[in-house]
């Protein structure tokens, strides 16, 4: 599928299994920092929707003004941070380079790459809406591709 001319109705109807959209206050500034950062693709890009694809897998980005007829809408924070309480899982994405980068755009280290119990290093990235991205990769000694 070509992300860059499907419409929204063919687009809508090919989704499939568990979806995420992410509603955020400029959408273009948060594509724009998670392909920066986590070398993610964005795609149909505007001031109010973004496809955005992350190895095989897909989200949408979308700014309140989409929203106007959700219900969602009406339960959103007046005040930063939106995110509170996602964690956003990056598990192909390393800790070290994408802190590296998070840094450089100007995002906040919640936590700096750490080797966690459960065997990956990952780290916690916060963006300008809250939501916490938290990249991820096996421990060497855990790796099993």
């Given amino acids: 599928m070509d992300y860059e001319t499907v419409s929204p109705e063919e687009f809508g109807a090919s989704l499939r299994g568990i979806g995420l959209n992410i509603l955020v206050r400029d959408v273009e500034a948060t ?3 998670l392909v920066a950062v986590f070398d993610m693709g964005a ?3 505007s ?11 897909l ?9 106007a007829r959700n219900p969602l809408l009406n339960v959103l924070p007046e005040n930063p941070p ?17 802190t590296e980068r ?3 755009a100007g995002l906040t280290i919640l936590q700096a790459p750490r080797d966690k119990p459960h065997g990956l290093r990952e780290a916690y990235i916060l963006d300008g809406d809250g939501y916490a991205w938290v ?8 790796d099993i591709s």
């Fill in 82 to 98: 939106r995110g509170g309480g996602i964690e956003i899982r990056l598990y192909d994405s390393d800790p070290d380079t994408a």
């Fill in 102 to 104: 998070a840094e450089a």
């Fill in 43 to 45: 795609h149909r890009l």
């Fill in 31 to 33: 594509a724009a920092t």
């Fill in 135 to 142: 990249p991820s990769r096996p421990l060497p000694s855990h």
């Fill in 59 to 67: 989200f949408q980005l979308h700014s309140d003004t989409t929203y």
């Fill in 47 to 57: 001031e109010d929707f973004a496809i955005m694809t992350y190895g095989d897998q």
